[in-house]
């Protein structure tokens, strides 16, 4: 049997399966269900509430849909799998059906393979959401019409339920702007027109199955790739070794280390660029408001917009107004002369440390911990690979912290690690919960310090975010104490 392409001719006589019911699987039902495909929708989990409106008007229009039901166990015949993007690829289902040489995709393919303007995507083990919200910065300060998620703003804007909904409506000239994830590209057959890879390290090893499926899956970026398309490379690090040799298009890079024939590059105070043989300056170090930890991220952002065709007074512009997404590195509150930071979102260690090494030594009083367990993996960081990179993030740490509090699953391994660089145990502090941290970590400060929230292992939304709540409110409460 020939595998279903993503056309509308293919899945006009398709069978798809939809793994999950969510919003995002629901839009993928009603778009397919358009072209004339038979569906169903398929969770192991009981109905949503507030989606159950939504699957009664799928199943009016002949979508079955089947919660409560396991998806390896299914007898619905099918073509293609739209597969959801948390649990691992090696459930059965999506086994058996690779096997069968079947189609499976997922919501990102289909947006992209639909999508009639122009596409960047954006991937990396850091920095893909800074630098995608920068980008699009530029493009709007240009004149450019670009699409991008909004649903979850300050989160991540990855292709989602809103940019499929409004895929019917896009229409050039215009971009659409995406973030995409190891597990969005583990299921995609279509590449971006302009592709960035921001930065290489091992990450999701212990999802993908080994190191080398985690680089393949990177790879799809560039995979389908055109000779007139872009591949934007960190220039620095093992993303240059490991992606350009896969590259198809034209290839240009990003450095903060050295000047480059063709790509954005830092020299002395100035982000400059050499494009189509014209050297010519984007911005000085004073114009860019995000900290140290960015510069990377700004120069993949004007790489990319170069690509793009944006100016460079419009990059200025976007660079000197863009001061970052929350809960990346954010400053929340000064107690005392404490700052306070919530990098609630370094739950890597690649991420964590490039918060560490935002900051002189022997100035932090860290707060660190989390879990193993989350929605994508019942074993975070648990390759050998990752395993490795927690320990330098310790080792870094232990030079960088003055003091640390540990809280959640994981504190008695990161004490384990630090104790093993030598950390003294009086500055190690655990502590109940992340809500117990705070007060205690602005306690063990003095003035000049900075407390840190970069957990390097899972915490939620839901507490990073209450992380800042949590700030506000000790400031607002200090000051009342004060007058």
């Known amino acids: 049997m020939t595998q279903p392409t993503l056309s509308r001719a293919s899945l006009a006589t398709a069978r798809v399966l939809v793994d999950k019911i969510n919003r995002d699987s629901i839009a993928v039902a009603r778009f397919l269900s358009s072209l004339g495909a038979q569906l169903q929708l398929i969770d192991l989990d009981p109905l949503p509430d507030d989606l159950r409106d939504d699957c009664e008007q799928l199943a009016k229009q002949g979508v079955l849909v089947a919660a409560e039901s396991d998806p390896n166990l299914t007898g619905f015949e099918y073509d293609v799998i739209i597969a959801d993007l948390y649990p691992p690829p090696i459930r059965p289902f999506i086994v058996r059906a690779r096997q069968q040489g079947l189609l499976v995709s997922t919501l990102a393919d289909v947006l992209y393979a639909f999508c009639p303007v122009p596409k960047i995507g954006v991937t990396g083990s850091a920095g893909k959401s800074t630098t995608t919200a920068l980008l699009f910065e530029m493009l709007i300060a240009s004149g450019q019409t670009a699409y991008i998620s909004q649903a979850n703003e300050g989160e991540n804007l990855w292709p989602n339920y809103e940019l499929l909904n409004q895929v019917e409506r896009m229409r ?7 973030e995409l994830t190891s597990s969005h590209l583990e299921y995609m057959h279509v ?4 592709a960035i890879v921001t930065v290489f390290s091992p990450d999701h090893v212990e999802w993908h199955g080994s190191l080398e499926d985690y680089i393949e899956a990177k790879e799809t970026i560039l995979q389908y790739q055109a000779s007139q398309q872009w591949a934007i490379l960190n220039h620095d690090d093992a993303t240059r070794t490991i992606f350009a040799p896969v590259c198809r298009g034209q290839v240009a890079y990003f450095s903060l280390t050295c000047e480059l024939e063709q790509g954005v590059f830092l020299q002395g105070d100035q982000l400059g660029a050499c494009w189509d ?3 010519r300056t984007i911005a000085v170090l004073s114009d860019v408001r995000l900290g140290q930890r960015y510069l990377g991220n700004v120069l993949a952002a004007c790489a990319g917009a170069l690509a793009a065709g944006v100016e460079i007074e419009a990059m200025h512009q976007a ?3 863009f001061s970052g997404l929350p809960r990346r590195m954010e400053l929340v509150g000064e107690v005392s002369g404490v700052s306070i930071f919530n990098d609630g979102w370094a739950i890597t260690p690649k991420k964590a440390s490039a918060a560490l090494e935002s900051f002189p030594d022997q100035s932090l009083i860290l707060i660190a911990g989390g879990a193993t367990q989350t929605h994508w993996s019942e074993a975070l960081h648990s390759s050998a690979e990752e395993k490795a990179l927690v320990e330098q993030t310790c080792r870094l740490a232990s030079r960088k912290a003055k003091a640390i509090f540990l809280f959640g699953e994981v504190a008695p391994m990161l004490r384990a690690y630090l104790l093993a660089e030598q950390y003294p145990a009086s500055a190690l502090h655990p502590v109940a919960d992340q809500n117990a ?4 970590a602005i306690q063990a400060a003095t003035a000049g310090d900075v407390v840190l929230l970069a957990p390097i292992f899972f915490i939620n939304e839901d507490d990073a975010h209450a992380f800042t709540l949590q700030v ?3 400031v607002a409460q200090f000051a009342l104490s004060v007058r």
């Open 472 to 474: 506000r409110e000790y």
């Open 172 to 178: 050039p000239p215009a971009w659409l702007l995406t």
């Open 277 to 279: 043989g014209k050297r």
């Open 319 to 321: 660079i000197k107004q």
């Open 437 to 440: 941290a705070l007060p205690a």
């Open 191 to 194: 590449s971006p027109d302009i």
